[in-house]
């Protein structure tokens, strides 16, 4: 019964490993710069915004989008906690 639950979170924690390592392959060639490139502006942003409020490293979403008047670079952070005194 234990074995079964480390299996499935093992399985689980491979699995949305393997699904943002797609997802930077996906980026990295809509923009046609390196996966390094993308993996170094994200820990700049992770840094950045870690100065300000808790983010959720695991939620982060980078992605490419295609519209009006060109093309975007969507990056969302889960916030979990901003703290009562500071900027924000």
Same mark, same amino acid.
């Not at 808790?54 to 990056?75: K, M, Q, S």
């Not at 969302?76 to 703290?83: G, V």
């Given at each position: 019964? @234990?074995?079964? @639950? ?17 997802? *930077? @392959?996906? *980026?990295? $060639?809509? @923009?046609?710069?390196? !996966?390094?490139? #993308?993996?170094?502006?994200? $820990? $700049?942003?992770?840094? *950045?915004?870690?100065?300000?409020? %808790? ?8 992605? *490419? ?5 060109? %093309? =975007?670079?969507?990056? =969302?952070? !889960? #916030?979990?906690?901003? !703290? ?5």
């Amino acid at each position: 019964m @234990v074995w079964s @639950v480390f299996q499935r979170i093992r399985r689980n924690h491979s699995g949305s490993l393997a699904k943002k390592r797609l997802q *930077v @392959v996906l *980026v990295t $060639d809509k @923009v046609d710069c390196s !996966p390094e490139l #993308i993996e170094r502006m994200k $820990d $700049d942003m992770i840094r *950045v915004i870690s100065k300000y409020m %808790t983010i959720d490293r695991e939620g982060i979403e980078i992605r *490419v989008v295609n519209g009006r008047p060109g %093309t =975007a670079l969507y990056a =969302a952070f !889960p #916030i979990l906690e901003i !703290p009562s005194k500071g900027i924000c």
